[in-house]
């Protein structure tokens, strides 16, 4: 099959041109989801922190932490926003104090739960990913300055997901588009830029088939053929003189035989 | 000017006039490509960041709502059940500051009485104080805890406080879409990287498309052409391509193949005539005819190959160099994670011995490499090297011990070595007289496109898939380097016919080489600039500078940015100096100038005070290493080949190199070491600055160098 140097090129481009675009797509959609998830982890941060401070005022009163009156206030958050999956408060040991979800009350909590917290007790929160939630945790500290449990506030991975998963399709659409344009550009780019150097090729291969099928073997072959490089024309011109040469000194040498030359 | 060198000098004229056209041709395919990328990638991004800002406003939105309710609820206890006036509330102000400082992400707070006069704000924009109104409350709009309206750049939401009813005060809460932007604009820095490193590949396979494909085959078929127009029909031309040049070059080959079918008839006509003849005087004429005619214009049917070019080498070379600087940016990071609990030498040095054995293994390579080019010949070095360290690159990703470590990247080393010196040797094979610096320039961009695209992609891909998975990434791309290799070089045969390696029986064996080329001043010169430029480039771009950045909060991808523009001035510089050098033939000039200025650079740590602090000092550092090696490798390597081909009679070529890259590699082994050394001693800056003030030295010591060979043969040096 014959493909010609502007396709070549052109089909060179278009890989490149594609790693090009997916790299960039990956890029900016892994950039995305970090920036929406920082936003939501600060927010759901923000909202934790309210509630400890709740809960530390209480325990400021004088109470200790499994006799609090905090089930209400977690209700309330939990049900003002629909992303959040529920609101805890467990003790030292893991145990569910006080959850939006009464069903889990006295459960314990995953074990990289508490480890994630002990090691960032001393942090302002802390965060970490279930298989369908984030999980972002804040450390409750009793009047004497004790780490005495953690507040967590669980919420779904599958919005964060979702708008990740839209963004990346709407992405796709958009670079598919101007990945085709590009494409085309290239393409014809590269077409218009060998236009020239292809023509002239092609018609040097022309000429030299016509005179070496003998269709045509005077200079009248390169009249009016639009070739600049001067060496082609040498060439062309040395080889029909070379022919005419031989042709002449046959006929002189015939000449000689025939005793008509000198 | 006899006739012969006339027409010499005329068809030289012809060859660089239709060779700067093709070059012409080139460049335009390469802008063509360039701007392709360029602008695509510019429109992707534009249009990304613009859909993610839509679809992160509402959540910014959402955080202000949020504090605001919180905020609300707060002060409406205090006004409504503690039953304090707004206006004679305490510590609004310290209370606003301390939200903002927790919440980076909301611009202001300000809280307005009933008709929008400020009573208490934090970071509220002066033009915005008058404006507040603009959002107020609707007494027409039924009760609301909150709304939310656009003032300015800002989107301000609005909580009302009301008492028995009536409203007594509006909470501000402000959030701007510049907060996301600047969140969303650190992802321009990477999406930049990935341009160049595209930019970088296209420049590279296109350079490759051309070159194979047009640029040599038409050069070919010009010397061919050339022949011809003087009536030597010689040759032929041996392409097979099914593109315009293969259709061209098959009507060639067929219409010197009929030109050859006539003259074999007119030689056989004026035989027959000549033969016939009984009368010797015409016989005699006819010979005479015949004989003139052989001098018009003359026949064989002689296929001839296209010939290798030196630039064939540079897609595997840049692919493999590319795949070994995938790791560069984080790799004495990554060493850290190895070093045992109770190490055997300090921190530093820990982690500077796999980088040294490294450089060693690569030495050691390198000792046995100029005898296995003779045996193997280049191309299949080339492909037991990348086996070497497709192997050493797996070992590396499994390994999960210092010592493991040590091994795996030793065998890399040596698989580095190999190919290295296999390029080396074939660009010294086929460069020609008149352009070895711009030959030079082939290999030495090849091995910098490495450094453009290795680090940034490297230290990306350690971020967002972790550093050990990068490893394997890297035997990827060994992989497609041994691949375009195998598929460019595999004519094996017909490499080693091209040019044949003269018989080792006449030339210098054992250390004679060695004397022969240290008794050669020139060549202690060229040392004396060679080791301290490599031990530069080991010292402070692959140790300190990972080190020191990490040490400042840089992220592997920053590091790999910033490691990345030593490869750009590189990629940029290098042709230009080679061809200025190639053309001034002021060769030691351009090395003394580059190794100064990279000596000099180093200071800049230094003075990071008056540079605008340390990360910038580094930065300058990085460039001023960048330019000064630009000026440095192409003239150096130049000068290492006019030194070898003076004494190809009497050393082996493969032979000369090893023994320069033998010495050169010192630099990169001591490198490492040395700087750990000073780190251990001394900061940062200080260890850059020793290793600057090593580079000024070397540099004396080369002036030096080169006076004695001036001094010793008159004229002889042409810098």
């Known amino acids: ?262 | 000017m006899n006739v012969s060198a006339d027409r010499a000098a005329k068809q030289g004229s012809v060859g660089v006039q239709v060779s700067a056209q093709q070059r012409g041709l080139f460049l335009r395919l390469l802008v063509l490509g360039g701007v392709v990328m360029l602008v695509s990638q510019i429109v992707i991004s534009w249009i990304a960041l613009q859909g993610f800002e839509e679809d992160l406003k509402p959540e910014l939105n959402r955080k202000a709502i949020a504090v605001g309710r919180a905020l609300t609820s707060e002060l409406s206890y205090a006004i409504n059940d503690l039953g304090i006036p707004p206006s004679e509330l305490v510590g609004v102000d310290e209370y606003f500051r301390h939200i903002l400082d927790a919440n980076t992400d909301i611009q202001f707070l300000a809280l307005v009485d009933g008709s929008s006069r400020v009573m208490y704000e934090r970071n509220l924009p002066l033009d915005l104080r008058g404006r507040l109104k603009e959002n107020a409350y609707d007494p027409r709009a039924p009760a609301q805890a909150y709304w939310t309206g656009n003032i300015g750049k800002y989107l301000d939401s609005g909580f009302p406080i009301y008492s028995n009813g009536n409203l007594n005060a509006t909470l501000h809460v402000g959030v701007s879409g510049d907060n996301v932007r600047r969140q969303l604009a650190t992802v321009l820095y990477e999406i930049i990287a990935v341009i160049i490193v595209s930019m970088v590949i296209t420049l590279e396979f296109l350079m490759m498309f051309m070159s194979l494909r047009i640029l040599d085959p038409t050069a070919h078929i010009q010397k061919v052409l050339e022949a011809g127009s003087k009536g030597e029909f010689t040759q032929r031309v041996f392409l097979r391509a099914r593109n315009e040049i293969g259709l061209m070059v098959s009507n060639l080959n067929r219409l010197m193949y009929h030109l050859e079918q006539r003259y074999l008839d007119f030689q056989f006509e004026l035989r027959e005539l000549r033969d016939a003849q009984i009368d010797p005087l015409v016989s005699q004429k006819i010979a005479m005819l015949k004989t003139q005619a052989n001098r018009r214009y003359w026949f064989s049917d002689r296929l001839g190959l296209v010939e290798k070019t030196p630039s064939l080498i540079r897609v595997p070379f840049f692919l493999f160099i590319f795949s070994e600087e995938l790791s560069r940016s984080f790799f004495p990071l990554f060493v850290g994670s190895f070093i045992p609990i109770e190490p055997v030498f300090s921190y530093e040095v820990m982690i500077s011995l796999p980088i040294t054995l490294f450089m060693a293994a690569i030495f050691v390579a390198t000792l046995f490499a100029g005898k296995l080019t003779q045996r193997l010949g280049s191309s299949r070095l080339f492909l037991a090297g990348i086996c070497c360290a497709f192997v050493g690159y797996c070992g590396t990703y499994f390994s999960d011990s210092y010592t493991e470590l040590i091994l795996w990247r030793c065998l890399n080393g040596i698989g580095y070595g190999l190919i290295f010196n296999a390029c080396e040797t074939w660009v010294a094979l086929y460069a020609k007289e008149t352009n070895r610096a711009y030959s030079a320039s082939a290999f030495v961009g090849a091995i910098f496109a490495g450094y453009v695209c290795g680090p940034s992609m490297g230290g990306m891909f350690a971020d967002y898939v972790g550093q050990q998975m990068t490893f394997l990434i890297s035997a990827g791309l060994s992989v497609v380097s041994g691949l375009v290799a195998y598929q460019l070089l595999r004519d094996l045969d017909a490499e080693s016919n091209v040019k044949p390696i003269p018989s080792p029986e006449s030339k210098a064996t054992g250390l004679e080489p060695w004397k022969i080329l240290f008794g050669n001043a020139r060549f202690i010169g060229t040392v004396l600039t060679a080791v301290p430029t490599r031990a530069t480039l080991s010292a402070f771009l692959f140790f300190l500078v990972p080190l020191y950045l990490n040490h400042l909060g840089h992220s592997n991808t920053e590091i790999g940015q910033m490691m990345m523009l030593y490869g750009v001035l590189i990629v940029v510089g290098t042709p230009v100096i080679a061809r200025l050098a190639d053309h001034t033939r002021r060769y030691v000039t351009f090395t003394v100038a580059g190794a100064s200025l990279s000596g000099l650079g180093l200071f800049a740590g230094m003075a990071s005070g008056f540079l605008g602090g340390e990360s910038r000092a580094v930065l300058i550092a990085i460039i001023a290493v960048g330019t000064g090696h630009c000026l440095v490798m192409s003239p150096l390597y130049a000068i290492m080949q006019q030194i070898i081909y003076g004494y190809r009679n009497q050393i082996e070529i493969p032979v000369a190199i090893s023994i320069y890259r033998f010495v050169d590699r010192i630099g990169l082994v001591i490198g490492p070491l040395l700087a750990a050394l000073l780190v251990q001693q001394m900061s940062y800056p200080g260890a850059m600055a020793t290793i600057g003030g090593l580079v000024i030295l070397a540099v004396l010591l080369t002036l030096v160098a080169v006076n004695t060979d001036r001094r010793r043969v008159p004229g002889g040096v042409t810098a």
Not at chain 1, 71 to 94: C, K, N, P
Not at chain 1, 163 to 178: D, G, K
Not at chain 1, 184 to 192: D, E, Q, T
Not at chain 1, 208 to 228: F, H, P, R, W, Y
């Open chain 1, 1 to 262: 099959m014959f493909f010609g140097f502007a396709f070549r090129v052109a089909l060179l481009l278009v890989p490149i041109l594609i790693l090009g675009i997916v790299t960039t797509s990956a890029l900016s959609v892994h950039k995305f989801g970090q920036t929406f998830s920082q936003l939501l982890t600060s927010r759901f941060e923000f909202v934790t922190s309210e509630i400890r401070n709740d809960v530390e005022n209480q325990m400021d009163l004088g109470l200790v932490l499994e006799n609090l009156e905090i089930t209400e206030v977690l209700e309330t958050y939990a049900l003002d926003d629909r992303q959040i999956l529920s609101i805890e408060v467990f003790d030292e040991f893991g145990v569910v104090l006080y959850s939006s979800d009464s069903s889990s009350l006295g459960d314990l909590v995953p074990e990289e739960w508490i480890s994630t917290w002990r090691l960032n007790s001393n942090n302002a929160s802390w965060s970490t990913q279930d298989h369908d939630a984030v999980v972002v945790g804040t450390s409750i500290r009793n009047n004497l300055g004790q780490h005495v449990g953690s507040l967590v506030l669980r919420y779904s991975r599958e919005f964060l997901d979702q708008r990740i998963e839209e963004q990346a399709r709407r992405l796709f659409a958009v670079n598919s588009i101007a990945a085709g344009i590009s494409i085309i550009i290239a393409f014809l780019g590269a077409m218009f830029l060998l236009n020239r150097t292809c023509r002239e090729l092609k018609l040097m291969g022309q000429i030299m088939d016509n005179i070496s099928t003998a269709k045509q073997k005077d200079v009248t072959v390169l009249k009016g053929a639009d070739i600049k490089h001067p060496i082609y024309r040498r060439f062309v011109a040395a080889v029909l003189a070379t022919y005419k040469d031989m042709d002449t000194t046959v006929d002189r040498a015939r000449e000689l035989d025939e005793g008509k030359g000198t």
